[in-house]
């Protein structure tokens, strides 16, 4: 302890067991662990130091940034041997340069602090998620997520032009230059994005900016089917000049969990459907009429029975209605009871053969789960979740978990999908990663990690084994 208060200063660690106790636990409350201490260190250098020191003595580090990831990536194991690493003290903006469309953050930043900072020079920082008030920079791009307007802008992987690392034995790595091109060998600091901490410590990053958004139309649409939204997705990219930003699911029952259980949540539509997009075309140009595109898209898409109802938002006040449904389904899951998640991702051609599918498989053989299909079919990506059906038992349903999701996951690569969209593996997904991944790719990723962290403190058991 007298080495880590000499390297991280008064008040960098915590030995209160209070204080240390809300890093402990995962934001989805899957995993409960146990910490040496909490390191709070305010500069790269003494992130350096610290994790030398914990390499030379073999102690497993656990960064952790504001804790919202879904598969347990910055909890500690249970041992009581491990460091948690926050990186909340590192949150500055170090640089924005609106010419260049790029920005210089450190790790801890809130992400809807980096959107402030994009919108104060007149640029769009796009990535945006339902915890951007709470969730970290270094979580974002150590999960690589995702969100609402990866169709139009790329996961966090496809906006960062460098980033800066502190790696296990605390030698610093940084390519922090705002390059749009620089062929020059391997692109090591890609390894690092979606690494989730297993290869060292991201502590600032240069992210790519984009035009300010000065006019959006937002719409929503019942569909006919799964199949329709994906044609619809289709003729709006047409017609919009690629400009659509979210093209989001929601299924019936997302709107009756929301109706529900969320204050101020209606049905926008006068009668019930069963399947639902809320779809967004943005331009930075203000003059652009993009209500009328959406308008016209939609109409054609009517008549060629796609479309079977729909409302244009006419207001800020009645887009953001829009939004509160699809971004508070997960909210609406959680109150009304247990649920288990997939974070599946498909090539949007098979998204309506995998829903008949799996839909079916869960109809014939989990009486006590209802179906909870929503998210980004944009991007082929579903959270194809179920809840516990009202009345059921909790335990049982739940004991259930492993049996389930190994068959929708099973039917998930039959079709040449992904058994992890955007919520990463943590420690959550260890074996899946180990049943769905081909031999070459392990050996391949256990090769990079053994380089990256020959004595495997870096976050140890997740992503791999340790
Ligand atoms: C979302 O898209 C998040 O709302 C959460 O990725 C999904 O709770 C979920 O399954
Ligand atoms: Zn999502």
New binding site residues.
């Given amino acids: 302890m007298t080495a880590l208060n000499d390297i991280l200063g008064s008040g960098g660690v915590l030995t209160d067991a209070a204080e240390i106790e809300p890093y402990l636990t995962d934001h989805r409350h899957l995993y409960h662990g146990r910490a040496l201490t909490v390191a709070l260190p305010r500069s790269v250098d003494q992130i350096s130091r610290l994790l030398a020191y914990c390499n030379d003595n073999r102690i497993g580090v656990v960064p952790h940034g504001g804790n919202t990831g879904?598969c347990g990536g910055a909890t500690p194991d249970e041992s009581g041997q491990q460091i948690v690493l926050s990186l909340k003290r590192l949150n500055r903006i170090r640089n924005v340069d609106p010419l260049n469309y790029s920005l210089i953050v450190e790790a801890g930043c809130i992400l809807a602090d980096v959107q402030r900072a994009a919108d104060e020079a007149d640029r769009l920082f796009p990535l945006s998620?339902?915890?951007e008030g709470t969730c970290q920079i270094g979580g974002n791009l150590s999960t690589n997520a995702?969100?609402?307007s990866v169709l139009r802008y790329g996961m966090m992987r496809e906006l960062v032009l460098g980033l800066e690392v502190v790696l296990a034995d605390g030698r610093v790595l940084s390519t922090l230059g705002a390059l749009r091109k620089d062929n020059t060998g391997y692109d090591i600091k890609s390894l690092f994005l979606g690494a989730e901490g297993t290869l060292g410590v991201i502590t600032a990053a240069t992210l790519k900016l984009f035009s300010k958004v000065r006019t959006a139309a937002t719409a929503f649409v019942a569909v006919q089917s799964v199949q329709a939204a994906v044609e619809l997705l289709a003729r709006l990219r047409e017609a919009s000049g690629d400009r659509v930003s979210s093209f989001?699911l929601i299924p019936r029952i997302g709107i009756e969990l929301t109706t529900r259980h969320i204050p101020g949540v209606r049905d926008p539509l006068k009668q019930p459907y069963e399947w639902h997009v809320l779809c967004e075309v943005t331009s930075s140009r203000a003059a652009d009429r993009l209500d009328d595109v959406l308008t016209e898209s939609l109409a054609t898409a009517f008549e060629a029975n796609l479309v079977l109802d729909a409302v244009v938002a006419q207001s800020d006040r009645e887009r953001e209605a829009l939004w509160k449904i699809?971004?508070t389904?997960?909210e609406a899951?959680?109150i009304d009871g247990a649920?288990l998640?997939?974070?599946i991702s498909l090539p949007v051609t098979s998204l309506a053969p995998f829903v008949t599918k799996a839909g079916d498989w869960i109809r014939d053989n989990v009486p006590d789960g209802q179906l909870v299909a929503?998210?980004?079919v944009g991007d082929g990506?579903l959270?194809f979740?179920l809840n516990q059906v009202a009345g059921t038992s909790r335990d049982v349903f739940l004991a259930r978990e492993g049996s389930i999701k190994r068959a929708i996951h099973d039917i998930v690569r039959d079709f040449g999908g992904s058994f992890s969209a955007?919520?990463g593996i943590g420690r959550l997904k260890v074996g899946e990663l180990e049943r769905y991944a081909s031999p070459v790719e392990l050996d391949l990723m256990r090769a990079v990690k053994r380089t990256f962290d020959p004595n495997g403190i870096l976050n140890p058991g997740k992503v791999l084994r340790s």
Avoid: V
Wanted: proline share 4%.
């Fill in positions: 879904y998620l339902g915890s995702g969100g609402t989001e699809r971004e389904i997960p899951q959680r649920s998640k997939h974070d929503y998210g980004h990506n959270h979740n955007e919520h």
